[in-house]
C-alpha cells in the first residue's frame, strides 16, 4: 500500500516526492523540522509542537506558507489516507529555491508520515547507557535540520558500548540529540538543562507535572560533574516519552525500580495523552 | 532549453530530479559536497576538487559509488549535454535513505552544472568589505552542506553594510563561508589560516605560486588582532579567484592597486588555468 505524503504543495505518494536538487535544503542544509507522535488517528500534543515550529521558522527566517490550521488539516488527511495505527509525524521547512544560492525566497512544507512502535504501557526496566561528547548545538534553540555530528557520531557511540550520546560543553550538560536529559540529584530535586539546547514538548510536560503534583525540581545549568552524584538519570523525547539512563561513561546509574521517580512521571504522561 | 544534471543515478533534466524526502541530506543534513569552475568545455582543477571530494566523503563515512573516472565522465558527458559558455559544476553526496533515520546506507551522487560570470581578465579594483563573526564550523575540515549560520547570517551582515562574512574563534581569524581570507602583514608576509578550516583549492593554488615566486608567506594561526596592521586582504575562491578586501569591520585596508601583491598573485593564477 502506498504511503502519502505532503510535498511539491500537494498529497502525494512518497516515492514521487523529492526536493529539487536547487533547494537550500539540499545544497546548504537549510531547513528546519518537527516531529509529533500519533495514536491512532489522534496527534498528539500537535499544538506545542507547531509553537514549536513556527517558533524555528520565525528565528531562521522561514516564512512558512501554510496557517496553522492548513498544517492540522494537511496532517488530519494523512492520517485519513494512510491509516496507520502508530506512528509519527515529521514536518519539515525547506529553505526553497535560491538563485544565488543563498537568498530564502520560497520555503516550502514537507509533511510526512511514517509507522512507529507503541511506547510501552509503563516505564522501560532496561537502561540504555549515554557516552558524553562535548559539542554545543548551533543555533540549539531551534529545531534544525542540522543533525550533522549526531550522525557523523553513530560509529564512534557504538564503539563505546552505548546507545545514545549526550552532548556537554564548557562542563555544562547539554542535550541528547534526539532529547532531553534529566537527572535526580543526591537531594531529590529533579533537574535539566535551561538554555542553549532544545526545548522539548516532553520535557515542557514533565515540567508541568513536576509543577502540579509539587515534584521538586529545577531548570538551571547542569554541570557534567553532577552525573556522578546522579541518583537517577532519564533522556526525554515524543517518541519514546522516558527511557531510563544506567549508565553514563563508566558511571553506573542504577536506582531501584519501585521507587523510580521516572516511573512515576512516566505514568503520569501516559495519562496526558 | 532544459538543463541536464546527474540525480538518481541518470543523467535527466533538472526540473525532473529530486531527493527523496526520506533522505539523510532532507532529514538529517547530511551530505557533502564540491564545486568546480568550468571554462567553455574545461573543468578547472577537476583533480584538486576531486581529491577533496573523496577526503569530504571517506572523513564523512560516505561511500561514492562511482569512481573518480566515473564522475569525471559524468561530469564531461554534462559539460556537452548542457553547452554553457562559462559555468560551474556542484558535485553532491547525499547521505541516502536511512530507514532508522540515522544510518548511512546508501549514499549517492548528484552532480549540477549551472552558468557563471567569468572572473575579470586581472583583479577587480573595488574592493568589498567583511564583517566579523565569532563561530567555528562544525568539521572543518570537510566540505560538507552545512551552510546553516552562513544562509542565517545573510540579513546580519546587510545591517553591517558588509559584503561578505569572516569568521574567527578565539581570537584566531578562520575563514569566510564560501572562501578562504589572506592578509598581508607589515613585514610583507603574506599569511593564512592552517587548521579548522576548509582548504581551498585557489588557496593551495596561491601557496604554490608563493613558493614557487619568491613570495614571502606563511600558514599559521592568524590573529583576529593582526587585521589592524593588514597591508593587504583578501579572500579566495574557486568561483572568483581573489576578491580585495577593502574594509574589515571598521578597519579599512587600501593598497595601491599597482603595488597590490594581490595584482601578481591575480595574474599568476589565471595564468595557471
Redesign the interface.
Known amino acids: 500500500m502506498s504511503i502519502y505524503?505532503f510535498?511539491n504543495n500537494q498529497i502525494q505518494i512518497?516515492?514521487k516526492?523529492?526536493?529539487?536538487?536547487?533547494?537550500?535544503?539540499?545544497?546548504?542544509?537549510?531547513?528546519i523540522?518537527d516531529f509529533l507522535r500519533v495514536a491512532g488517528d489522534k496527534p498528539l500534543f500537535i499544538d506545542d509542537h507547531l509553537d514549536r515550529f513556527f517558533h524555528s521558522a520565525e528565528k531562521?527566517?522561514l516564512t512558512i506558507p501554510q496557517t496553522r490550521e492548513d498544517i492540522k488539516n494537511i496532517v488530519k488527511e494523512l492520517i485519513h489516507k494512510n491509516q496507520m495505527s502508530y506512528s509519527g509525524i515529521?514536518m519539515?521547512i525547506?529553505?526553497g529555491d535560491a538563485p544565488d544560492g543563498?537568498?530564502?525566497e520560497h520555503p516550502h512544507l514537507?509533511v510526512?508520515q511514517a509507522p512507529l512502535a507503541e511506547p510501552t504501557l509503563h516505564l522501560p526496566t532496561t537502561g540504555i547507557k549515554l557516552a558524553t561528547y562535548s559539542?554545543q548545538r548551533?543555533?540549539p534553540d531551534v529545531k534544525?535540520?542540522?543533525?550533522?555530528?549526531?550522525?557523523?557520531l553513530?560509529?564512534w557511540m557504538k564503539e563505546q558500548g552505548a546507545d545514545d550520546i549526550l552532548y556537554h560543553h564548557n562542563g555544562a550538560v547539554r542535550e541528547c540529540p534526539r532529547s532531553n536529559f534529566f537527572l535526580l540529584t543526591q537531594h531529590n530535586v529533579l533537574v535539566t538543562a535551561h538554555e542553549h539546547m532544545l526545548k522539548g514538548v516532553t520535557r515542557k510536560n514533565i515540567l508541568q507535572i513536576c509543577a502540579q503534583y509539587q515534584i521538586p525540581f529545577e531548570t538551571r545549568e547542569v554541570s557534567i560533574a553532577e552525573i556522578q552524584n546522579a541518583k537517577e538519570a532519564f533522556i526525554t523525547s515524543s517518541t519514546k516519552r522516558i527511557i531510563p539512563v544506567h549508565q553514563i561513561d563508566n558511571y553506573l546509574v542504577k536506582p531501584n525500580y519501585k521507587d523510580s521517580l521516572a516511573v512515576k512521571i512516566y505514568d503520569l504522561l501516559t495519562n496526558l495523552e
Open positions: 505524503c510535498a512518497i516515492e516526492a523529492g526536493v529539487p536538487v536547487t533547494d537550500l535544503l539540499v545544497q546548504r542544509g537549510y531547513g523540522f531562521m527566517r515529521r519539515i525547506a529553505g543563498y537568498t530564502i514537507i510526512i559539542y548551533q543555533i534544525t535540520t542540522d543533525y550533522l555530528m549526531a550522525v557523523w553513530q560509529p
